[in-house]
Structure formats: C-alpha cells, structure tokens
C-alpha cells in the first residue's frame, strides 16, 4: 500500500470521531444556544469535512481519473458521507440552522463508521459495465440529489414536530417504523432459531460478486449463528405490534408516559437495540465474519435502530423539542428550498442514468428495481412540489409527503440491493 | 347534457388533485411492481426458482409478471398524459395573466400583501429622479398616482417563472411520446456469432424468441477478452463488420459501453463465452469372429468404413452411424436409461444390418445377436476445439431521440421554475416620505438582499446617504 493511501486512511478514521463531536455539541447547542458552541460545532464540522475531503481526493489520484472513487461498496459509503456531510455544512453555514447537523452528522458518522468495518477497502480494477465516462457524471450527481432530499426531509420532519404532533400520532409512527426495522433486519429469517444468514453474494456498486471473504465451508462463512438474535428480534416484533395494539385501542388524544402504550413501546425499542448491538458484538467476537458478509444489511439495521432511539426520545418529551427549534416557516422554507436543490439532480441521475444505461445494455430504461425505485423517488418529491401549490396540503400533508420520500431515498440507495438481493442483479451484464 | 358531461371530465382530468392521484398510483405500482420479478429482466429459470408454479400462475394470469408492459399500466400511463395536457390547457390562461396581461394594482393605503416593507422618511424626494433611478433596474416602469396625490412607480422582474411548469410539462409528455413510440416501433434482440460467423437474422426478445430479419449481415471477425492481472475481466472486444448487398459497408471494434449502430440499428456487447465445435469421436471397440474367435482392438472416427480384420479382402464391413452420451429405451410408463451407446451399421454387398451397442453391457451383442461377428464398446473419446462466441444486443428505437429532447426541456424547465423568481417593486414618492414594496414569489431570503439593494440606491438618489 502505498504512502499516500495510508494517509488516505488514516484521514478517514479521524473524520468519523471528529463528525461525532460535532454531533454531540449539537445536541448541547440545541439545549444550551451559545454562540462560542455555534462556532465549535462549523469548525469541527468544516475540519471534519476537509479531512474526508482530502482523503477521497487522494483515492482518486491513486485510482487514476478514469477511476472515481464511488465504484465498490467503500468508496459507495465514503462518497455518499461526503455529499451528505456537504449538504449539511452548506446548509449550517447558508441557513445558521445547526439543529439540523445533530441528524446528518449522526447519519454521516454511521455511515462512515460501516465504511470503517468493510474488509475490501483496495482500489480494485473496474469492471467492463463500469468503465465509462458516466459513471463520473451519474454517481457523482447521486450522491447531491440523495443529500439534498435527505436534508429537506429532516427539514419537513423537524417541521412537524414544531407544529406539534401529539405523543399518540407520535409514538403510533415510531411503531410502524419500528415493525418495518425489525422486518427488513430480520427478513424471511427472523424467525429460524437464531441462525442469522449471511449473503453469499454481496453488491458492489453495480455489480454482483462473490463475497471476497467467502472460505471453503459455507457454513463456516455465510451463517452467523446467533442464539440470542432470533429471539430477541421476535420479542421485538412482538412488542412493536403489541404497542401499536395499545395505541389504536385507546380513544384519548393525550397520553401519559405512564400509558401502557408507551411502555410497551419503550421495550421493545430496548429489544430491538438489543438485537443490534448482540449482532455487532457477535461479528466483533469473530475473527473471519466481518460486515462484507451483508453490509447493507446491517447499515438499514444500524440506520433504523438509531431512527427509533430518536423517535423514542421525541416522544418521551414531544412538547419540549419544539421549543429548540427554529420557526415553523424557516423549516418549511428550508424543506422547500431544499426539495427545490435535490429535485432536479434527482432528474439528472435518471436522465444521466438512462443515457448509460441506452449505451451500455440499449435500452434507455428497463424497468430495474434501482430504476423504479428512484423513479417513485423522483415521484414522490414531485408529489411534494405539487401539494405545495394546493391551500389545504401546502404545509402538513406536504410535510408528510416529503417524510414518506424519505424512506424512499433510502430504499432507492440501499434497501432494492438489501431487501430485493436474490431477486436482481442490477449492473451485472 | 353532452356538453356538461364533457365539462364534468374536463375538470376532473384538470384537477391537480386528479393529477397527484394519478401520479400516486403510479408511484404505488412501481413500487409494489419492484418487489416480483417481472419476466423482462429474468434470467433463465429464474421465475421458476423463485415462485411455486401456482403463484407464478396466478402472477401471469394478472399481468403482474410483465406490469409495465400490462394494459391497465400503460392506460394510467395514458390517462396520466391526457391529464398533463388538459391540466396544463386549462391552467394556462391564469398563468399567461400573470405574465402579459398583468396590470399592476398600485395599492391603496393597505400594504398588507407585501412581504417587505420601508418606508424613508424624506420630504424633497424628486418621482422623476426616482423613475429614471428604477428604469436602470427594469425597462418598464409603470407609473400612477394614488388618491392622496402621490407618485406610484411599479415594476416586476422575473415574471416569466410562471411559465416554467409548461416547460416541465412538455419534457415530461414528449418523454411518454418517445416511450410510446419505442415501445410500437422498436425491437429488442440478440444475435449470438462465434468468430468468423455472420447472421442475417435477430431472435425477438419481445416476440418470444422469434427469429427476424436484419436486412443485412452481421459478422464477427474477432471475439476476445482482456484481463487484469488479477485475472478478473477488464475488457470484451467484437470486431464486427456490416455486409449490405455484398459490400462492406462499415466495421467497428465494440466493447461495453461502447456500441455501435448501422441503419439506426444499435449493437452491443451484451455477454462473452467459450463453446466447443469440430466435436469427434473416437471409438474404442473390440471385435471378434463369431462369438469365440480372437479379439481385436480398434479405434475409429464415426461414419468411417472398415473391414473385419480377419478378412480384409470380403465385402463384408462396418461403420459407426450414430452416438448416444445416453441411451433412452422407453418402458411401460418411464424411460429406462442405458448409458452410452453407438449405432453400428454393416453392409454386406446388399444386405444390410444396424445394430446398438451398450458400454454398460459388454456381453450385449455376443448373446443377443448371436451374429457372424460379436462387438464390444470399450470407450468413445470425444475431442473438440474451443471457440470464443459474442452474444450482441440489437436494439432499434425510434423514439429515444424524443426521449433525450423531453429530457432536456424537462430539465430546462425545471432550472427555470425553481431559479428564476418573480419580484415585484413598488415605490410611492409621497410628500413627506418615500414608501418601498417588495413582494417575491418564493426565494424570500434571496429577495431580501435585492429589496435592500433597491432601497439603498433609492436613498442614495433622493439624497439621505
């Protein structure tokens, strides 16, 4: 490995620490709004951003131009990070909104901590699919139009809970969340006994390949046989679908935390990071089972469970948030002006997308699971544009709309290579 | 009647809420359509790995294994288009208001509309110097005068954002046009060549596997791979050259990414591969007089003749006419399957005879026949060579052009509806004060800097700064 890749790395172990601290001085900014914390949190955040800044223009120099760094599943993580982390920081320095940063930051640390644990991290050759000037244009602009309507979202969702959702609506949603985590971590899985299975084959940004850590004995490589994940993940559905019972049974508006609706659903949100950490505790014990055996599996866990640990905190205390966030209207503007930046990029990676694809496989557009699912992506935000015209859906539903598209940007960057995995190879000639 | 119920669709197809409708549906079949394997993309086999005959059944007896290609998709899809139309007709005069036939409303005393607000006190304020100062910032300038004799200045910038959304809507029809069109007047194949093979023909891929013409031939001069030193695969390479009535009329070298077309006819590498030709066997029998005479060993191709060795000058002779990797003898109800056999013909003058003979069974013909001589199948070797085969894609589509225009309009539109921003400027030159409006259709933060740049230079002009 050469010098100048090492510093590449070691840049990125240090990026992530510095993300979280500017995280946890946001959430202290949040509680106490002091000027000399503001500061703090832009130069960490904009030190951290350089940082990971240099480190993928390193890769990129060692890779050659024709080789960007976004063309395996590393770099897909690195990358993205960074278009998100970018968003963010214009959008603090633009917009001097830092409770915005808590969000993005945390999901930039995430991400880049997953990129951390990945086992193939060299900068392999490209494969014929890959080789083409628009893997530059299209993935590069992915990354902005994710960030850009990832960021607005928050906005939307930051938006609704200074309208003040009631702790009912609230804790109602974090269940179907919750029951949704607890489906797509567990899979058709979920209820075997503990035996955890790992993906024989893993996506690499476009292509399917064997998974490099793949031994001799299957069972040794593709199966993490975990005695206390089956169960736990079971509880936790259980309890999710039990709260979620409670909740539509109960006719008051208001409830206490005291409610049995609230309780239940604070188990089994313990449950359900209980699950996750045994998982992350079980791979850490194990010395041939790193994250590459089903990578994006774990990041939409890991994403989830840390949604519901947030949406758990909000719904414990929905009335005192608000009071932290900036006015109703600067959200919803900055939703909008947001939605408004991330929309047309998310019309440029279709169009750059089918013209690759028109010159790769001659057809324009195929009716691929990624191609749909960006597709109702880009619908749902257009959706979103057009509520806003309308009086009576300008701000909640639109609001709302723009929370559903969300999940979707999500679904559309790692859940059709997660959940639809055995179904398609998408990039694979 | 007839004119109501006309009326009565026409609003319904012009309704926003139709068209969000319309568009919600369609995002809800996409993404309920992402989750079954949907036969276009399918690998071989593939749809009968992954569903029980019965599902798969039920799955195409409701068109959901092809939903995009399905009746009822394509008449959302439709219905979707006429509605963008009708939609945008119908708003179109509203918005065409706003632009050309806009006539500026100068407030009365309520300025409550306004987002942005100053008022300058000053009482030597020049309306000619303040209209000459804002006909820099615009080359109209309405003027008027208010009740209470003051001098009203308006004027607006940007207006034409209005129109961005028929901009938008235009990309998007003409890209559902270009659809259309590729869908009724393109195709969709494959042409499979070995090196050195050419074809005039291309297997429908939307046709079930039909074998059209091309209208001229294809040829594969070359057929190779490039590797990494890692042995992965870096590059496939087809030299293909275009035969039209005898000629050549163009070659190419063609790799992924990297097609090429004649006629408007696209080829692309699509897959690469080895297969074996010039098969031959090598037949190892023994042979032997009656059935104890001495045993003699031969090798032999197929379809050669060859005497019996123990009488080289009679016409007596035999060849191999046939090769089984699996003999299938049909039983009562199943088939029994015994292994390799050859087919063994032996001419006598006129007299002819067949015969089969089984590895499996070395006794077979000794004790079956009973013939003047008896065989034994040792072995058969079959030796081949190794060629290298292309499998090109052949796509024609007319309408992807379409396609590519809708797009570009489509993003144009959408670059000119979300940058562009309407401002509206109005000044009131009063006796005693100067009063500055400001009204934007979105971007506030942005116009709060062009308000304050308007006001700064209306106070320099008139003399307070």
């Known amino acids: 490995m050469s010098t100048a890749l090492r510093l590449s790395f070691d840049l990125l172990n240090a990026a992530p620490l510095l993300y979280f601290t500017a995280m946890v001085l946001g959430v202290l900014y949040w509680v106490r709004q002091k000027k000399g914390l503001a500061t703090a949190i832009t130069v960490i955040a904009g030190l951290a951003l350089l940082l990971h800044t240099t480190a993928l223009g390193i890769r990129w120099i060692e890779g050659g131009l024709y080789r960007p760094p976004w063309t395996n599943l590393y770099e897909s993580l690195i990358y993205f990070s960074w278009g998100l982390a970018l968003v963010c920081f214009f959008c603090e320095l633009k917009f001097r909104i830092r409770s915005i940063g808590i969000f993005a930051y945390a999901l930039v640390f995430a991400t880049l901590g997953l990129a951390f644990l990945t086992p193939q991290k060299a900068i392999n050759p490209l494969v014929p699919a890959l080789q083409s000037w628009w893997i530059l244009a299209h993935s590069f602009l992915a990354a902005f139009a994710y960030s850009g309507l990832i960021v607005a979202s928050v906005f939307s969702f930051l938006y609704l809970i200074k309208k003040g ?30 035996i955890y299975r790992m993906n024989e084959m893993i996506f690499y940004n476009g292509v399917w390949m064997k998974n490099p850590i793949a031994g001799t004995d299957p069972q040794e490589f593709y199966q993490l046989t975990l005695s206390m994940v089956g169960p736990l993940m079971g509880l936790s559905l259980l309890l999710y679908v039990l709260a979620a019972v409670f909740l539509l049974m109960q006719r008051r508006v208001d409830m206490s935390c005291r409610s049995l609706g609230f309780i239940v659903f604070s188990a089994a949100v313990l449950c359900n990071i209980a699950f996750v950490v045994d ?11 790193t994250l590459a055996s089903s990578p994006y599996h774990l990041v939409f866990m890991s994403l989830f469970t840390s949604l519901q640990v947030f949406l758990w905190i909000v719904c414990w205390r929905p009335h005192a948030l608000p009071q932290y966030l900036p006015a109703a209207e600067t959200l919803d503007r900055l939703a909008n002006q947001l939605t408004m930046f991330g929309f047309p990029f998310m ?14 496989w001659g057809r324009y557009w195929g009716w691929d699971p990624k191609e749909t699912t960006a597709f109702v992506t880009w619908l749902i935000y257009a959706l979103y544009l057009h509520a806003r015209r309308l009086p009576a859906w300008k701000a909640r539903r639109a609001a709302v709309i723009s929370v559903v598209g969300f999940f979707s940007v999500i679904f559309t960057y790692l859940g059709t290579n997660l959940v639809l995995s055995g179904l398609h190879s998408y990039g694979a000639q | 009647m007839l004119e109501k119920i006309t009326e009565k669709i026409w609003n319904f197809l012009a309704s926003i809420k ?16 992402s989750f079954i394997i949907q036969s276009e993309q399918a690998q071989e086999g593939q749809l009968e790995r992954a569903y029980s005959p019965e599902t798969l059944a039920f799955l195409d007896r409701w068109g959901l294994l092809d939903i995009y290609h399905s009746w009822w998709f394509i008449l959302i899809l439709t219905i979707t288009a006429v509605s963008l139309i009708i939609a945008s007709i119908d708003i179109w ?22 987002d942005f607000k100053k008022k300058i006190p000053c009482s030597k304020a020049d309306p000619k110097r303040v209209q000459e100062l804002l006909e820099r910032s615009s080359k109209k300038v309405w003027t008027g005068a208010s009740a209470s004799g003051s001098r009203d200045f308006f004027f607006q910038k940007g207006c034409y954002a209005h129109l961005g959304v028929f901009v938008i809507h235009t990309g998007l029809l003409l890209i559902l046009i270009g659809g259309g069109i590729g869908t009724k007047f393109g195709f969709e194949g494959q042409v499979r060549l070995r090196e050195g093979e050419s074809s005039k023909i291309y297997i429908d891929e939307r046709g079930r596997g039909k074998a059209q013409p091309l209208g001229f031939w294809i040829k594969a001069n070359d057929v190779r791979i490039e590797k990494y030193d890692n042995g992965s695969p870096k590059a496939y390479y087809s030299d293909l050259e275009i035969i039209d009535q005898g000629k050549i009329v163009k070659t190419k070298t063609i790799k992924v990414n990297d097609p090429f077309d004649y006629q408007g006819i696209y080829f692309y590498q699509a897959s690469y591969g080895t297969e074996p030709i ?58 029994r399957q015994l292994g390799e056999a050859i087919k063994i013909k032996i001419k006598d003058g006129k007299k002819e005879e067949e015969l089969w003979l089984f590895k499996q069974f070395p006794n077979f013909d000794a004790t079956m026949r009973k013939g003047a001589e008896s065989f034994v199948l040792d072995n058969v070797q079959i030796d081949y060579d190794v060629t290298e085969f292309t499998g090109l894609l052949v796509a ?14 489509l993003l144009f539109g959408l670059m000119w509806t979300f940058f562009a921003w309407h401002r509206k400027i109005w000044v009131r030159v009063d006796h005693d004060h100067v009063l500055v409006l400001g009204h934007v259709l979105r971007n506030d933060q942005g116009f709060d800097r062009y308000f304050n740049k308007i006001v700064t230079r209306i106070e320099k002009e008139i003399g307070i700064l």
């Open chain 2, 18 to 33: 139709t068209g969000m409708s319309l568009v919600a549906l369609i995002a809800l079949v996409n993404f309920g359509g």
């Open chain 1, 165 to 194: 959702l009631t702790r009912r609506t609230l804790v109602f949603s974090s269940t179907l969340v919750g029951i949704a985590t607890v489906l797509l971590s567990g899979g058709k899985d979920l209820f075997s006994q503990g």
């Open chain 1, 347 to 360: 019309t440029l990676i279709l169009i750059t997308g089918a013209i690759w694809a028109h010159e790769a």
């Open chain 2, 93 to 114: 005069p509203r918005y065409w208001a706003r632009v050309k036939k806009w006539k500026p409303k100068f407030p009365g005393e309520r300025f409550d509309f306004a």
């Open chain 2, 278 to 335: 010039n098969q031959r066997a090598t037949i190892y029998l023994r042979v032997r007089k009656g059935q104890k005479g001495k045993e003699h060993a031969m090798s032999l191709a197929m379809n050669e003749a060859h005497k019996f060795p123990w009488n080289k000058g009679s016409e007596r002779e035999f060849r191999v006419i046939d090769y089984a990797p699996n003999f299938e003898l049909p039983m009562e109800g199943h088939v």
């Open chain 1, 279 to 289: 998982i992350y505790i079980q791979i850490g014990l194990r010395e041939n089972l």
């Open chain 2, 396 to 409: 024609y589509n007319p309408g992807v052009w379409t396609v590519w225009i809708g797009s570009t309009i």
